[in-house]
Every structure is written in structure tokens, then in C-alpha cells.
């Protein structure tokens, strides 16, 4: 049975004061350090046979947490990224609905005008087909996807086969929790078995 562990990377300093990260490349701050650390004691006792991060320094570092207790190497896949959001990277949520007040109330609704700002749908195809390669290379085992909050969601969502209504309602991931989905064709095919643990 093919096993995927989605991982959100630890706490940065933009998390804290509600900074749209995007592709800015923040690195976890203490607090996030100490998450890493102890969300991977959680998971270094499982059968891991793969580790595949996004490869900013938030995830990465995260990743690395738990390559260090398993020996098992991080390889990186800029696919698993979370959402470019282009001129809104950086800001507070409060400054993008001062300055794109227009664009902010429809961000929900996944229609922001921005040209900049990659849209869900790319983000999906891109998202899901990383999930997909690593699950076709684990074959039977278990992977752990190191990723991000928006990207957990739209690739869960995707590869579960639900429309973006229905995944838009999913709980985004906590810093350093995890959700996991299984493969099982007796079943139907993939399984969302436990969301947002930490």
C-alpha cells in the first residue's frame, strides 16, 4: 500500500505576523526550529522509505530535521512550492486588502486579477504532479512530502479526486502537522486517513 505524509514545514517569522511567504525564501525561525525537531521524533519510528521537500528553506530545513534521525536523504522539488504570489509577497493581509481591496475580496474565491499571481488550477497541476511521481516511486512504501500550508491543500485535494469547492473547505495544515493518504484499490484508490495531526 502506497503511504504519503504530507508535512508542513515549521513556523517562519512572516508566519507569525501573517507575511504572504509565496516563493520568498524564509527560513524557520526558533520556534519553527523546535517544531521541526520535535515533529520529527514523531516520524523518525516510521517505516520512511523516501523524503521529498519543496525547495525553499523552510521546508527544506524541516525536511532535514528528519533526515537527520532517518539517514534518509532530502531531495528537492521546487514542484511542491507554495502558491507565487508575486507583488503580494511580503505583505500582511491587512496591507494586501489596503492596496488590492478589489483583488483581496475575491482571493477566497480563487479569482485574484493579478497577472503576477499564479492561479489554483496551476498550482494543482503543479502540486499534484509531484505527488503523483513520488507515490508511482514509492511504489508500496511511504513518502514524506515536505511542502506548505496552500500547496498541502490543492495537492491533497486534487490527487483525493475532489473539486476545488470541496477541497477549499479541507483545514489548511498547522506548522509541523501532517496529513496522510493512502493508496488502496480495493478501496477505490486514494484515501485521506488522518488530517492535521501534529
Not at 523516501?50 to 524541516?62: C, F, G, N, P, Q
Not at 480563487?110 to 492561479?119: C, F, K, L, M
Amino acid at each position: 500500500m502506497t503511504r504519503l505524509i504530507v508535512w508542513r514545514h515549521g513556523r517562519t517569522a512572516w508566519n507569525e505576523t501573517r507575511r504572504v511567504q509565496g516563493h520568498t525564501d524564509i527560513d524557520l525561525d526558533e520556534v519553527g526550529a523546535v517544531q521541526a525537531a520535535q515533529s520529527a521524533a514523531l516520524l523518525a519510528d516510521r517505516r520512511l522509505d523516501l523524503i521529498v521537500s519543496s525547495d525553499l528553506k523552510r521546508a527544506a530545513s524541516t525536511a532535514q530535521a528528519l533526515s537527520d534521525l532517518t539517514g534518509l536523504p532530502v531531495r528537492l522539488d521546487p514542484r511542491l512550492r507554495e502558491r507565487y504570489f508575486g507583488p503580494w509577497q511580503g505583505l500582511t493581509d491587512v496591507e494586501i486588502r489596503e492596496r488590492y481591496p478589489e483583488d483581496a475580496g475575491r482571493w477566497l474565491a480563487d479569482s485574484i486579477g493579478i497577472p503576477e499571481v499564479e492561479t489554483v488550477d496551476d498550482m494543482a497541476k503543479r502540486v499534484s504532479s509531484a505527488f503523483r511521481d513520488v507515490a508511482d516511486e514509492v511504489g508500496a512504501g511511504t513518502a514524506v512530502l515536505v511542502t506548505h500550508g496552500g500547496s498541502a491543500r490543492v495537492g491533497i485535494g486534487t490527487l483525493l479526486g475532489w473539486p476545488s469547492e470541496v477541497w477549499r473547505t479541507l483545514a489548511a495544515l498547522h506548522n509541523c502537522h501532517r496529513s496522510e493518504l493512502v493508496y488502496n484499490l480495493a478501496r477505490g484508490g486514494w484515501q485521506l486517513e488522518a488530517h492535521n495531526l501534529g
